[in-house]
């Protein structure tokens, strides 16, 4: 299991060492779209996973790996739409495509195995979207 995670919250305001996956997975699963909405977790300088918003029971989710090259993913429902939605994070409402706003009841179960193996995987009812950034 891994217990070694850094993670940021717009919460506390502070970086937090030395956290363990299932601490990560509980302010996860506290956003609210109001006073709880990033979650900024990073494994070393292998690999930082965000999640966002909460409003509506909506969040965005990213996956960052940093080895053997930067690659950068974001959490999907379906295909690209073109319809837009919108996420309260840190106070500000930001549009994204509505596919990217993922259900947190999803994503909790999802990040849990994420925390402890260090591996986005391949979720059953959502898709791993490639971004560039």
Same mark, same amino acid.
């Given at each position: 299991m891994l217990n070694d995670w850094r993670l940021y919250t717009d919460e506390s305001g502070i970086e937090q060492k030395h956290v363990a996956? /299932? @601490?990560v997975l509980k302010e996860i699963a506290? &956003?609210? *779209? %109001? %006073?709880r909405t990033l979650v900024h977790a990073a494994?070393? =300088? /292998?690999v930082d996973l965000v999640v966002a918003g909460g409003n509506n029971?909506? !969040?965005?989710?990213?996956?960052k790996e940093h080895e053997p090259a930067e690659q950068h993913y974001v959490l999907v429902t379906d295909k690209p739409s073109g319809v837009m939605s919108s &996420?309260?994070? @840190?106070? %500000? @409402? !930001?549009?994204?495509?509505?596919?990217?706003? !993922?259900? &947190? @009841?999803?994503?909790?179960?999802?990040? *849990?195995d994420i925390l402890r193996t260090c =591996?986005? *995987?391949?979720?059953?009812? &959502?898709?791993w979207l490639p971004v560039q950034m």
């Amino acid at each position: 299991m891994l217990n070694d995670w850094r993670l940021y919250t717009d919460e506390s305001g502070i970086e937090q060492k030395h956290v363990a996956w /299932h @601490e990560v997975l509980k302010e996860i699963a506290q &956003l609210n *779209g %109001s %006073s709880r909405t990033l979650v900024h977790a990073a494994y070393g =300088d /292998h690999v930082d996973l965000v999640v966002a918003g909460g409003n509506n029971g909506k !969040v965005l989710v990213q996956w960052k790996e940093h080895e053997p090259a930067e690659q950068h993913y974001v959490l999907v429902t379906d295909k690209p739409s073109g319809v837009m939605s919108s &996420l309260v994070i @840190e106070g %500000s @409402e !930001v549009t994204f495509p509505v596919t990217w706003c !993922v259900p &947190l @009841e999803q994503v909790v179960p999802l990040c *849990g195995d994420i925390l402890r193996t260090c =591996d986005k *995987g391949e979720p059953a009812q &959502l898709q791993w979207l490639p971004v560039q950034m």
